[in-house]
């Protein structure tokens, strides 16, 4: 089982080679997957050996583990710095909407890691204790406003976080994972930051129509 504590690479020094090769790694994983990546690869992306690769990082299915954990890690890590408990429950739930809905946006490739996971029917993910625990903060924040706005009368009684994380989710979600298949079938030729307004704007309205009275 990998350990994301002590094993993900400092981010804060681009020139790691630790951080290049994991970089690497997940931009192949979102583009080939697991069995479509190969070591060779991701040392010759990060600029150096396979030898190296497997010094840091042993098995590509270790790396694979480390990088599906970091995803996870940094999704729940940007929602944590919103600081939404300082807002009023509606605002609080409005600005998650469009914070998740723009992350998704502009991390395709983590998203895409999460479908590959899921086309390996959550394989790896069964190994990581961690990923339960990480993840656990996604429905701790939801609770949290839902209860403040409950409170105020501002949301129905029973509205539940997981449920309502689900869509908000599913929403972003289908925006990154669908995009080029929805886009050539319905939307061929729109402008592409005028739809994601769009959408982005649509996925606060579902979520409010969802929650609130």
């Known amino acids: 089982m990998a350990n994301p504590g002590s094993e993900f690479p400092d981010h804060n020094d681009d020139s790691s080679l630790k951080d290049k090769i994991f970089q690497s790694a997940i931009a192949l994983f979102a583009e080939y997957g697991l069995n479509g990546a190969r070591m060779e690869q991701i040392a010759e992306k990060a600029g150096t050996t396979k030898r190296m690769v497997v010094y840091h990082y042993k098995t590509k299915e270790n790396?694979?583990?480390?990088?599906?954990?970091?995803?996870?890690?940094?999704?729940?890590?940007?929602?944590?710095?919103?600081?939404?408990?300082?807002?009023?429950?509606?605002?609080?739930?409005?600005?998650?909407?469009?914070a998740t809905f723009d992350y998704h946006a502009d991390h395709p490739d983590y998203i895409r890691i999460i479908c590959m996971e899921n086309m390996q029917r959550g394989r790896f993910m069964q190994q990581s204790n961690y990923l339960r625990q990480v993840n656990r903060s996604a429905l701790d924040l939801l609770e949290a406003i839902l209860c403040r706005g409950?409170?105020?009368?501002?949301?129905?009684?029973?509205?539940?976080?997981?449920?309502?994380?689900?869509?908000?989710?599913?929403?972003?979600?289908?925006?990154?994972?669908?995009?080029?298949?929805?886009?050539?079938?319905?939307?061929?030729?729109?402008?592409?930051?005028?739809?994601?307004?769009?959408y982005r704007k649509m996925a606060v309205q579902v979520a409010l129509r969802y929650t609130c009275p």
Not at 79 to 94: D, F
């Open 150 to 198: 409950k409170e105020k009368q501002l949301f129905n009684q029973t509205v539940d976080a997981r449920d309502l994380h689900r869509l908000i989710s599913s929403f972003s979600f289908h925006y990154v994972a669908n995009s080029y298949t929805f886009t050539l079938l319905f939307e061929d030729g729109a402008d592409e930051q005028a739809q994601r307004q769009h």
């Open 63 to 98: 790396l694979y583990l480390l990088a599906l954990e970091y995803v996870y890690t940094q999704i729940r890590a940007s929602e944590k710095q919103l600081s939404l408990a300082v807002l009023p429950p509606v605002e609080a739930l409005v600005h998650l909407v469009e």
